[in-house]
């Protein structure tokens, strides 16, 4: 079965950091593109960051230069480090792993606000 558990949300200011995890349980994650969404309230659902099983990365222009996306296969875990942190970037912050070209699955979500 395949679990995917995020934590790290929480209540920041803004210019302020934090930095969520997510660690998978249920699949070889090494080999695994892994994706960091984010749904905020009355939005559709968007892609934040992903890295793929080389390591390569790619941001949303909004998060570029403020986010980082890194991945510790030794720990099924992938990181989405996020600095200057503005108000804009409060939502529900969801982990993905990318199975097959379709098919991704999901962890339950860590909400994060930012307050200005």
């Known amino acids: 079965q395949v679990q995917l558990v995020e934590s790290g949300g929480t209540l920041a200011q803004a210019g302020g950091s934090l930095k969520l995890s997510c660690t998978a349980s249920?699949?070889?994650?090494?080999?695994?593109?892994m994706g960091w969404y984010r749904q905020a309230p009355g939005k559709q659902r968007e892609l934040v960051a992903h890295i793929t099983s080389r390591g390569s990365t790619n941001y949303t222009d909004s998060v570029k230069g403020r986010f980082t996306v890194s991945r510790d296969n030794a720990k099924n875990t992938v990181y989405l480090q996020m600095n200057s942190l503005k108000p804009e970037d409060t939502a529900v912050y969801y982990c993905s792993a990318r199975l097959l070209p379709n098919v991704n699955v999901w962890g339950q979500g860590t909400q994060v606000t930012v307050s200005s």
């Open positions: 249920g699949i070889i994650f090494s080999i695994h593109t």
